[in-house]
């Protein structure tokens, strides 16, 4: 049965390819020979009236996505593949599988990366071989490291998602004579693709834009590429170190309001969050059709920061004016209203010490007859004294001091700086989050 097998395998390959011959390198020298005979083949001239080449992009590595100067750097190679009628070959070279030849000895397709940051040039190096099959199928493997200008969109920086793309087209060859098209499949391969630390693949595809060049119609076929940054490290050193001094900033207002220290504690976090501001802005294209969510928060936080000095240096202010200086009726009226909106009770009158006569054992006060001693006379012994405190219990607005108004300001501010400052962190992180998730 065994040897009937390899018969029958003999007899198909034999209706196939004539006869079987073992490979011998004269065999394929000769069918080069033959192939590219100067009177029969010219490199210059294209395989027909109309070429079809497909492109495939095999990834490797990312080396680096920047959004800042708006490149992509990848390293990886193309599959490019059209037919050429010219070099077939059968009968005594179907030993020869196939064979490859130098860029400078056949006709290839002159690609072109037309958005590289680089020098721009076509693909060619002269010594990237190129494979030939009997069909006269060519594939053409140029490996190179790709650096292209990539359109970034910084909005919702570190929670991020970018689409780059690597545009080519088929150098001086109008879409009449070479057409290029996207390989079936993925146009983009990951077979033997590196993850990268700092972003994540997420999709790929390929679209084709037709362009004018020197008077003619030119395809460019574009691989598109979209990225997602792993957030993981910039909330560590940048989202959670903003948080924790913007809400660090509150508790200015929490010190007492004649302490001395008030101003140089704002203004240290006020320094922090300038230092974090040129951090952020470092990183962050320097194009005003994106704005960052994140440059914004930091703004609106420095802000807050600014606004928390002006106040606390108006606190400490009118806390050192005297009881003899009368508090406007405006400043009264707004004082009752903020310490309304922070919940702070009433104002109370200050205690009030009175000395108070309590009458002796006897139950009155003793006094002499004028007729007796010709003189009034007080019993002092029948009387004692003591203090008491009389708490005024009214809270109108006479109450109402110097330092009162400031330790009201300073609660109030205290109050509505949490709340303002957690709707803003709580606004700004939805906002990138939601862009995070939805691959916006």
Known sequence: MAGQSWRF???VLTAQYGMVHSYDTSVETELLSSLFNSSTYNRFVRPSSLVNVTVKFVAISLHELDIKSQTMSISGYLEVEWTDDRLTWSGAYSSVLASTVSEDTVWYPPLAIVNSVGDPEILYDGITPIRMFPSGKMEWLPLRKFEVHCDTNPSFY?????????????????????????????????????????????????????????????????????????????????????????FLNGFIFALQVDAGGKIGFVLTVLLAYAVYLTLVAGHIPTTSDHMSILSILLLMVLMLSVLSIIVSIYVLKICGHG????????????????????????????NKKVDVEEEGANGKNKKDDKTS?????????????????????????????????????????????????????????????YGYANYL
Not at 376 to 405: F, H, P
């Open 158 to 246: 570190p929670f991020d998602t970018q689409t780059c793309g690597i545009a080519m087209a088929p150098w001086t060859y109008s879409s009449d004579l070479v057409e290029l098209v996207a390989a079936s499949g993925d146009v983009f391969s990951l077979d033997f693709y590196h993850t990268n630390g700092e972003w994540e693949y997420v999709d790929s595809f390929s679209s084709t834009q037709t362009v004018q060049r020197a008077g003619s119609e030119s395809i460019t076929l574009v691989i598109s590429v979209k990225y997602r940054r792993r957030p993981q490290f910039h909330i560590v050193n940048t989202i959670l170190p903003i948080m924790l001094l913007g």
């Open 373 to 433: 001693n010709g003189k009034n006379k007080k019993d002092d012994k029948s009387k004692q004294t003591w203090v008491q405190d009389i708490s005024a219990e009214d809270t109108d607005e006479d109450a109402l001091t110097w330092r009162d108004v400031a330790e009201t300001i300073d609660r109030f501010c205290f109050v509505w700086y949490f709340i303002i400052t957690g709707l803003m962190f709580g606004g700004c992180l939805f906002t990138m989050l």
């Open 9 to 11: 395998l003999w007899l």
């Open 323 to 350: 009881d003899d200086v009368p508090i406007p009726c405006v400043t009264k009226r707004i004082t009752q209203v903020l310490a309304c909106l922070s919940c702070k009770k009433g104002f109370r009158r200050p």
